[in-house]
């Protein structure tokens, strides 16, 4: 019998680390880069969702909302591999190369982008939630 490594996903963490990226501005190291081919619907479905809060018993809940007539498939697919980058890594998988320490090419043997970027940053760690304070009734 085959031996499987298993990962638990943090769905929360990645969907936050992604959605980061998007906003960072100007285009470079961290940010996030698309192939030319990728029309609206795609944009439409990778920003599908977005993080609300609750409160149940006094305490904040977070959690991801989506309307019902929309769809989130670019979303869930860019989680995904997302996780399966951090699986490899977790692995063994040596990341290590960076472009600035390649041998300079003339512009005319450069290949064209392709839209990945070089540079990997760990996942956001979710933030502790603070207790409520519940006044004693012995004060």
Not at 36 to 62: I, P, W
């Amino acid at each position: 019998m085959a031996k499987v490594n298993l990962f638990s996903v943090g769905v929360d963490a990645a969907k936050e680390a992604i959605l980061a990226r998007l906003k960072k501005t100007p285009p470079g190291a961290g940010t996030t880069h698309f192939p030319l081919d990728r029309d609206a619907q795609y944009f439409e479905q990778l920003t599908a969702e977005r993080k609300r809060t609750r409160y149940v018993n006094g305490f904040a809940q977070q959690f991801w909302s989506k309307p019902d007539n929309r769809r989130n498939e670019a979303l869930d697919c860019r989680v995904y591999a997302y996780a399966g980058l951090y699986g490899l890594i977790a692995m063994g998988l040596a990341l290590n190369r960076r472009v600035d320490a390649l041998p300079e090419k003339p512009m005319s043997q450069r290949r064209p982008a392709t839209g990945l970027t070089n540079t990997i940053t760990p996942p956001l760690k979710p933030t502790p939630r603070r207790r409520r304070a519940i006044p004693s009734p012995y004060l």
